[in-house]
Antibody
Framework: QLLESGGGLVQPGGSLRLSCGAT????????MSWVRQAPGKGLEWVAA????????YYADSVKGRFTISRDNSKNTVYLQMNSLRAEDTATYYC?????????????????WGQGTMVTVSS | EIVLTQSPGSLSLSPGERVTLSCRAS???????LAWYQQKPGQAPRLLIY???TRATGIPDRFSGSGSGTDFTLTISSLEPEDFAVYYC?????????FGGGTKVEIK
């Protein structure tokens, strides 16, 4: 199970940190991603991190502004979001990979959190 | 970037009907790294199919996936009331991974 927190209303240019706590599986074994969904729109992958941490991978739309990290001792993955824009408004989901893709950033997602809403508006 | 085009955008069907959803990729999807998800209003997506044709754990066998290269299909053999939802395809065979725009399956 995955449980996100940290969403809310933030002004353009502001920052927010999302957290996602994991239970029920060997957290450090699996890569994790953040996927977002703007209101009434489709899904957009945002960022990925391997099970052991270290390397990271980002969508071009957030590169240089967002940072994904994880703390395996706390079974938690984070998304630090800086320089937020109106177009970042979305529900943000954390998602566990299947481990069957060809890399940590290229995999399907078999467990999803319930999502946390981020609204960027003045 | 591989663009996934799903068709139709929406359709209205009755319980018990068979439905076939299409996902067409702008380039060949490496090693059939193609997944399908179901999303109901207010809920997170749920993985149905990965590797183009492998059902995820706990997914009923009325759901099946097929296809290769650029053309993929999700079939629901007989619609149950709980199947009315939006369905997304997702490729993860190259960078960046992307999702299709979705197909909404509504009750007629």
């Amino acid at each position: 199970q995955l449980l996100e927190s940290g969403g809310g209303l933030v002004q353009p240019g502001g920052s927010l940190r999302l957290s996602c706590g994991a239970t029920g599986f060997s957290f450090s074994t699996f890569a994790m991603s953040w996927v977002r969904q703007a209101p009434g729109k489709g899904l957009e992958w945002v960022a990925a991190i391997p099970g052991g941490g270290g390397s990271t991978y980002y969508a071009d739309s957030v590169k240089g502004r967002f940072t994904i990290s994880r703390d395996n001792s706390k079974n938690t993955v984070y998304l630090q979001m800086n320089s937020l824009r109106a177009e970042d408004t979305a529900t943000y989901y954390c998602a566990k990979t299947t481990g069957l893709g060809y890399s940590y950033a290229h995999d399907a997602f078999d467990v999803w959190g319930q999502g946390t809403m981020v609204t960027v508006s003045s | 970037e591989i663009v996934l085009t799903q068709s139709p955008g929406s359709l209205s069907l009755s319980p018990g009907e068979r439905v076939t959803l299409s996902c067409r990729a702008s380039q060949s999807v490496r090693s059939n790294y193609l997944a399908w998800y179901q999303q109901k209003p207010g809920q997170a997506p749920r993985l149905l199919i990965y590797g183009a044709s492998t059902r995820a754990t706990g997914i009923p066998d009325r759901f099946s996936g097929s296809g290769s290269g650029t053309d993929f299909t999700l079939t629901i053999s007989s619609l149950e009331p709980e199947d009315f939802a939006v369905y997304y395809c997702h490729h993860y065979g190259s960078s960046p991974i992307t999702f299709g725009g979705g197909t909404k399956v509504e009750i007629k």
